[in-house]
């Protein structure tokens, strides 16, 4: 079966840290350029960070850039979102998506063709 599986949300003081990872199963990983996006309550869904498909290039949103990291491990099948200094605004489901080629700008979420179920990520004191 074609799916992407997360792992790794939880609740998280501010300032504190959490590893999302996301398991794909039963297609060609490394074809394809992967990311993590986010939905908060009341909110919209929003690219939060992309990875090329060899890993050779990473994006962040701004919100994020210099806290979170994503990698790959095309050997394993999965994808990884390091987050750390975390804030209650990071309070969201968490997705991984699967983008519909190997590279590209990787921010417009209607080129993804495959999400898991989602992960919630909660930092409260």
């Known amino acids: 079966q074609v799916q992407l599986v997360e792992s790794g949300g939880g609740l998280a003081q501010p300032g504190g840290s959490l590893r999302l990872s996301c398991a794909a199963s039963?297609?060609?990983?490394?074809?394809?350029?992967m990311s993590w996006a986010r939905q908060s309550p009341g909110k919209g869904l929003e690219w939060v960070s992309g990875?090329?498909?060899?890993?050779?290039?990473?994006h962040y949103a701004d919100s994020v850039k210099g806290r979170f990291t994503i990698s790959r491990d095309n050997a394993k099948n999965t994808v990884d979102l390091q987050m750390n200094s975390l804030r209650p605004e990071d309070t969201a489901l968490y997705f991984c998506t699967k983008y519909y080629t190997d590279s590209g700008r990787l921010r417009d979420l209607s080129e993804y063709d495959l999400w898991g179920q989602g992960t919630q990520v909660t930092v409260s004191s």
């Open positions: 039963e297609f060609s990983f490394s074809h394809y350029a």
């Open positions: 990875i090329y498909n060899d890993g050779s290039d990473a």
